[in-house]
């Protein structure tokens, strides 16, 4: 099953003391895909990143990454293994400069000079942040602390990007813009890329596979051309809805995930 | 809490307990008795509130005049399209008390649905529950031109809805005691402007085939089952009861509704479909009638809550039910239970079996009673393990409800007992067909003549289209419906119903479809569990991401074939499933795959799902 898979989760089980936020979640990121998992508010979606990058150890179920069982592994050596994770609200050094905070990203690189290569790629990217350099990173506007913890995950030379909300907080035109970037990052870079998302609209749209997680479940999960068509996800996600008899609704239909 | 071996309280009774010819006189005649007692419970905001006999009379009284203020005129057609509320009791009993013909729809139905129902009763006005089913009244109402008026029960969200033809029920409430402060003795006029022999309400059955046909009751006929289901078990006074079937499907809306009218036994309803099980546990009903889907649920519930106790709980469990089921095998032996025996099963009471039963919510039962399909032998024994007598009743909403029922003095699990004493109930010599004949025989089917003549032959037999079989004491087996029953290529007569039965008696099965008709094997559809399988796939590790994906995994096949495996063991050799296909889809009682008492309908699934079924006989 796992053979032309680059991560894989199997019966992923993960809780928060005694409540289970993901109840068995399996699924499958292809190499050079954008995969996205959608979902509500407390869907899961953050929990299933932290599992896959070992922040949170799982209770159950197994994740594989390059063939390699990295379950409850500890995360610095995940970051080793070409996985980075660029969590949800940023979390960037506030205190250090914007140079440093890239730095910090490519702390487990020992070949200066690829380092210096990705740091060119990264203001390439994000010019703002070449501009801001030796800036604290603290005082960037949360469009660009957002293209610096994308930037920072991109200096440990991932293969595979975790992407937590990078829409969270910021003006559609923002968005707009880093996803733009995201999606060079895919094509020209090549990496895989794992990305949670509210925005369902924005993530349909960039994204090659999509799953969607209700209650800690997967419900569906398709192409996100074929996931934009259906019923419940034009409903519930992207806010289409027949008005009826009466030219306004309000009552919600029932989802049946078809 | 009741014991098997002493079920005195479950007695019969003969005299009229409320007078009335109609089923609306037998309301007012109840309320004059019972003032200000409760007869209703609902949840409002989280909390029960009673409503009184009085103030249920006094809300009728108002909606009936209300009526009567639109024009709804005597003998006119209202329907009801909602789910299981207090407000459709009110409507109903304001509609016959005005004269008038009351009729439900499945708050499931389509909007396609709707329009025939309410085209072919000739609905005047139509009660709707809220915005969702309003939608679907004003998408058809241009193409019914007999509505007058949409009545809506909760007007949530309606609040900046204008429409000359809709209105709310407190509009309704508020119109007719206007009309009634200005027309004295008008009310008293239309309660009694209809007979005993006139149409009173029309319940459309679900049709398993062809388009649903409108069963007449007379109030003479309703009141005469309603009077004779006393006489089978008596309710009494303050038993609780719990309203949560439709009220569109004779099961409640006579076992339910008008039983409590007669009996003034409390109904409690449930807040919606998905809160059954913890409204049972906070009413812990005296008095229970289910459908075999709602006890099936309720046994994969303590199964599974079994299997993930620990060792000494599960052994505690089984020893308990072992006693329960040594108690029930002598009771059902009618043998005595000997008093040795008596104290272990108190003791496993003390330990277990009480708990089990609180965990249902059926520890104050008196009485359960299974109808409306047929049930498995084994689940009936179950629940008599636990010390609570289940009886079944079997009937249809032509008969009005029950016609034969299990005695309590002698319970036969298997059986659906003798006839009861206010029906003649026999077995078609020919055919084998059970055949009714009493006053609860119903009036025909509206607008359709010819399908009347089908079901009530010249001598008034109705012919139920279940086959069966009577033994010595009278008792009557199901076999199966006349239609359903298979003919193998081998030319072999098969029940389908029995191995269906066994199936669904797994915890992972929820509804089946036995196949071989005219075939050289059997094979069947299976509809899982959803909330079993999932949990069975988390604890054995088997990945899936979506309902499909759970029903192609190997180990749930393998699963599923365990269970095939386990039933075929109880059947004969040409009774033996060869092969079987999961449905794929996870059906909701919007589909019309389901009934809506979510059984699959059988021929509308063999259709449906042809090419799976010829994929199992290649």
Same mark, same amino acid.
């Given at each position: 099953m796992s053979e032309d898979a680059i991560l894989t989760l199997t019966n992923v089980e993960s809780a928060y003391g005694p409540i289970r936020a993901i109840r068995g979640v399996s699924l499958r990121v292809r190499p050079g895909e954008i995969a996205t998992v959608l979902g509500s508010n407390g869907a899961g979606k953050s929990t299933i990143l932290k599992t896959i990058s070992g922040i949170l150890d799982p209770r159950k179920g197994t994740v594989v990454f390059h063939g390699e069982?990295?379950?409850?592994?500890d995360p610095a050596h995940i970051v080793q293994r070409g996985l980075s994770h660029v969590p949800e609200g940023r979390e960037?050094?506030?205190? $250090?400069?914007v140079r440093d905070n890239l730095m910090m990203g490519a702390?487990?690189?020992?070949?200066r000079d690829e380092v210096a290569r990705d740091l060119e790629l990264v203001f390439g990217y994000f010019p703002i942040l070449k501009e801001r350099?030796?800036?604290?990173?603290?005082?960037?506007s949360g469009g660009q602390q957002q293209m610096l913890a994308i930037s920072r995950a991109i200096m440990a030379a991932p293969q595979l990007i975790l992407l937590d909300?990078?829409?969270?907080?910021?003006?559609p035109l923002l968005t707009h813009e880093i996803f733009q970037i995201v999606v060079r990052i895919n094509r020209e870079r090549g990496t895989t890329l794992l990305l949670v998302e509210q925005n369902a609209n924005m993530a349909l749209n960039v994204a090659d596979y999509g799953y969607v997680l209700e209650n800690g479940r997967i419900v569906m999960e398709d192409t996100c051309e074929r996931l934009r068509e259906k019923e419940d996800i034009r409903e519930f996600? $992207?806010?289409?809805?027949?008005?009826?008899a009466r030219g306004e609704r309000r009552w919600k239909k029932k989802k049946t995930w078809r | 809490m009741s014991n098997l071996w002493d079920l005195r309280h479950l007695q019969p009774r003969h005299d009229i307990v409320v007078p009335g010819d109609t089923v609306h006189e037998m309301f007012w005649n109840a309320v004059q008795a019972?003032?200000?007692? %409760?007869?209703m419970r609902e949840k409002v905001l989280g909390i029960w509130r009673a409503w009184s006999w009085n103030r249920t009379a006094d809300a009728v009284r108002e909606m009936t005049m209300g009526l009567v203020a639109l024009g709804f005129e005597s003998g006119e057609c209202a329907s009801i399209l909602s789910n299981t509320v207090v407000d459709w009791v009110l409507s109903d009993l304001a509609i016959m008390s005005g004269g008038g013909v009351s009729n439900g729809i499945y708050p499931t139905d389509a909007a396609s649905q709707v329009l025939y129902l309410c085209e072919d009763s000739a609905t005047r006005v139509l009660f709707v529950e809220d915005e969702e089913q309003l939608d679907k009244a004003l998408e058809v109402r241009a193409r019914l031109?007999?509505?007058r008026k949409i009545v809506v029960f909760d007007m949530e969200g309606l609040s900046h809805f204008a429409d000359p033809m809709v209105l709310s029920l407190s509009r309704l409430q508020a119109l007719g005691r206007a009309y009634d402060a200005e027309h004295p003795g008008e009310f008293e006029r239309r309660r009694t402007s209809?007979? !005993?022999?006139d149409l009173a309400i029309l319940i459309y059955t679900s049709?398993? %085939?062809g388009r649903p046909k409108g069963a007449m009751h007379s109030h003479r006929g309703l009141v005469y089952v309603t009077r004779g289901y006393n006489t089978l078990i008596a309710q009494v006074e303050g038993d609780e009861r719990m309203c949560?079937?439709?009220? =569109?499907?004779?099961a409640e809306r006579l076992g339910g509704e008008f039983f409590a009218i007669y009996t003034g036994a409390i109904l409690n309803f449930v807040e919606?479909?998905?809160t059954v099980p913890e409204n049972v546990r906070e009413i812990a009903p005296t008095a229970f009638t289910a459908v075999p889907r709602v006890w099936e649920k309720f046994y994969s519930a303590v199964t599974i809550a079994v299997a993930e106790a620990g060792r000494a709980q599960q052994l505690l469990y089984r020893w308990a039910l072992g006693v329960g089921q040594r108690v029930a095998d002598r009771v059902l032996a009618e043998q005595p239970v000997p008093a040795a025996l008596k104290l272990e099963f108190t003791l496993a009471r003390w330990l277990a079996l009480n708990n089990v039963r609180k965990l249902i919510g059926? +520890?104050? *039962?008196?009485l359960l009673v299974t109808g409306a399909a047929p049930i498995s032998p084994d689940l009936v024994r179950w629940y008599l393990a636990l010390g609570v007598p289940m009886l079944e009743v079997w009937g249809q909403t032509e008969s009005g409800g029950a016609s034969t029922g299990m005695l309590a003095s002698r319970i036969k699990p298997g059986s659906i007992g003798p006839? =009861? *004493?206010f029906n003649e109930v026999k077995v078609d010599g020919a055919t084998s067909e059970l055949l009714i004949r009493g006053?609860?025989?119903?009036?025909?089917?509206l607008n359709q003549p010819e399908k009347t003549a089908e079901t009530i032959d010249a001598e008034g037999?109705? +012919?139920?289209?279940d086959v069966g079989a009577v033994d010595e004491d009278g008792y009557f087996r199901i076999t199966d419906r006349m239609r359903d029953i298979i003919i193998t290529a081998g030319g072999k007569n098969i029940t389908p119903s029995e191995i269906e039965n066994e199936l669904k008696?797994? !915890?992972?099965?929820t509804d089946a479809v036995v196949i071989g008709d005219k075939r050289a094997y059997l094979t069947v559809l299976i509809m899982i569990d959803q909330e079993n399988v999932e949990k069975y796939a988390q604890d054995n590790d088997v990945p899936f991401s979506n309902y499909a994906s759970l029903t192609r995994a190997r180990q749930v096949l393998d699963l599923i074939q365990g269970e095939v495996d386990r039933t075929n063991k109880k059947f004969a050799r040409v009774e033996q499933i060869k092969s079987f296909r999961l449905i794929e889809t996870q059906l %909701?009682?919007?589909?019309?795959?389901? %009934?809506?008492?979510?059984?699959?309908?059988r021929s509308l699934v063999q259709k449906k799902y042809a090419p799976l079924i010829e994929s199992m006989y290649r």
């Open positions: 069982d990295i379950t409850a592994q960037v050094f506030p205190l $250090l400069s702390y487990t690189r020992r070949d350099n030796h800036q604290d990173a603290g005082l960037l909300e990078p829409s969270l907080g910021l003006s996600y $992207l806010g289409m809805k027949e008005v009826g | 019972r003032g200000e007692k %409760t007869f031109p007999l509505l209809r007979g !005993p022999d049709g398993t %085939t949560f079937l439709p009220l =569109c499907h004779v919606n479909p998905d059926i +520890h104050r *039962a008196r006839a =009861c *004493a006053p609860n025989v119903f009036m025909g089917y037999w109705l +012919h139920t289209g008696f797994s !915890p992972y099965i %909701t009682a919007e589909d019309e795959e389901l %009934t809506p008492t979510m059984k699959l309908k």
